[in-house]
């Protein structure tokens, strides 16, 4: 079992920047990308960014140039640094852990980008 725990949502103005955070603990040696999806309200959940071992990264177009994930292999952390976040990005943010044949999830954190 992996318990993944995220930090570091909340309200910004458009053009405004935020930066979540999770920490993975439990059978981390299981795990061999860690990530970010984001589910608005009426839709699907979607990838947002994803950070797989030996250093490739996944980004959604949308969030192309404005996104960076970043990812601590050591200290079992993964980042989300948002900048100039827009209405559009407002969702629940969900951490990800993959490990073979098995997905973890965090318990997600709104982010809600409004003036």
């Known amino acids: 079992q992996v318990q993944l725990v995220e930090s570091g949502g909340g309200l910004v103005q458009p053009g405004g920047s935020l930066r979540l955070s999770c920490a993975a603990s439990g059978s981390i040696f299981s795990i061999y990308a860690m990530g970010w999806y984001r589910q608005a309200p009426g839709k699907q959940r979607e990838l947002v960014a994803r950070s797989i071992d030996g250093g490739r990264t996944n980004y959604a177009d949308s969030v192309k140039g404005r996104f960076t994930i970043s990812r601590d292999v050591p200290k079992n952390t993964v980042h989300l640094q948002m900048n100039s976040l827009q209405p559009e990005d407002t969702a629940v943010y969900y951490c990800?852990?993959?490990?073979?044949?098995?997905?973890?999830w965090g318990q997600g954190t709104q982010v809600t980008v409004s003036s």
């Open positions: 990800n852990a993959a490990s073979v044949g098995y997905d973890y």
